[in-house]
């Protein structure tokens, strides 16, 4: 079986897969609005007692494995679903938040008062190297093929979570669905211990879920 960087699947009659996309708990820079990139932040005890309401509910998914960013937030989040799962995570640098250069440490308004020009460029999806760091595509190209090989070992019907965040896993459901890199900001962000769900189909993977707290419900209607 193959599969294409967009997601396409082909060679297999293998179907039914899902890839849960789950952003880290709460830190205390998310709090301040700064801009965490790949600097190392813990959890705060709220996010803490976020990854531990929401590993209860993506428990009862029955994952089959688990893959996380090894940033601290990230780690932490995922451990709680391994206290429920028995599942060991593989820890991968790959799937690390953006690395933003300058910005990193900076508040919202700070960078807007610092980079407006920049800020507003990159909101227009223009590719952007924000703080000199990376451009979203090559946070895509480093992410998205960790996600599919480890898609690949799932048996069928089965699930992985992937432990992100956020423009991590904006960028990677992009490339999975093979949207052009200027509409990935259309996907809207995710609140913290929020996730979005990838389902395999004919054609390759569809958004399920995205920025959902609860549990997925059945689709029943003309789109299923």
Known sequence: MEVSASGEVSGSGRRGRRIILWRHGQTSW????????????????TGVAQARRAARLLASLAPDAIIASDLKRAART????????????????ALRETYAGVWQGLTHDEIIARYGDEYTAWKRGEPVRRGGGELETEVADRAAPV??????????????????????IRT??????????RNWEGLG??????????????????LLEHNAGTLPEPVLGDDD
């Open 30 to 45: 998310n709090v301040e609005r700064r801009f965490q990139g790949s600097t190392d932040v813990e959890l705060t005890e």
């Open 78 to 93: 995922a451990a709680e679903l391994t206290a429920l799962t028995g599942l060991e995570p593989v820890h991968d640098e």
């Open 147 to 168: 996600v599919l090989r480890h898609t690949e070992k799932l048996p069928d019907d089965g699930t992985l979570v992937v432990v992100s965040h956020g423009g991590t």
């Open 172 to 181: 990677t459901i992009g490339r999975l669905l093979g949207l052009d890199p």
């Open 189 to 206: 962000g995710l609140t913290n211990c929020c996730w979005s769900v990838l389902g395999e189909g004919a054609r390759g993977w569809r």
